[in-house]
């Protein structure tokens, strides 16, 4: 039960981190365009996410594949700034965005799962239970992004109710914001 514990915690700090800003600004990109009611839409987006980077993860851990963390690092905003601009061009069609988001979450969780699996590569691979590790990783990931959601659901019910802030104002802003930041992380990241 140590060794879970041990891994919860990594997959938890992996997204509540100080430098987990990637991390977060994915799942703020992803989660902006739903209120509280649409409750159970984001936890199955946050699941779709954590099932592309577990999938990764995994067969990066038995060595089925393996990237260059160059590329991965630059891939990683690439697919927020892609999310952000979704969201910006689809501001007027909230349902249709959202479901693209559910197919943005698992793919582009496929290239932040290889983000990490460098990092966690050597560890698991020398654990005696992988499948317990990477089980106790991803539970950890999962409590995180549904932490950090349940964060931006409640800033979007004081925003959006209290100090009545359009719905199409609200995604336009955030979305904007998070197409800037991670813009300028992909640029200083370009692996050339």
């Known amino acids: 039960m140590s060794d879970f514990a041990f891994y919860f915690k990594m997959g938890w700090e992996h997204i509540i981190s100080k430098d987990a800003l990637d991390h977060q600004l994915f799942i703020l990109a992803l989660a902006c365009v739903y209120t509280l009611t649409d409750i159970k839409r984001v936890l199955i987006l946050v699941t779709a996410f954590t099932i592309g980077h577990s999938l990764t993860l995994a067969l990066s851990v038995m060595d089925v594949i393996r990237f260059s963390s160059k590329w991965v690092e630059f891939l990683i905003p ?89 719905r199409r104002d609200w995604v336009f802003f955030l979305s904007a914001g998070v197409f800037a930041l991670s813009l300028k992380m992909a640029l200083e990241r370009i692996p050339f």
Do not use: P
């Open 78 to 166: 690439c697919t927020i700034f892609i999310t952000a601009l979704n969201n910006i061009f689809q501001i007027d069609a909230a349902g249709k965005s959202a479901r693209i988001n559910y197919y943005l979450a698992l793919c582009f969780g496929l290239i932040h799962g290889m983000g990490f699996a460098n990092a966690i590569r050597i560890m698991l691979a020398k654990d005696q239970t992988i499948g317990w590790g990477l089980f106790g990783f991803n539970v950890g990931l999962e409590a995180g992004q549904i932490f950090v959601v349940a964060i931006i659901l409640v800033i979007g019910i004081l925003f959006l109710n209290f100090f009545k802030v359009k």
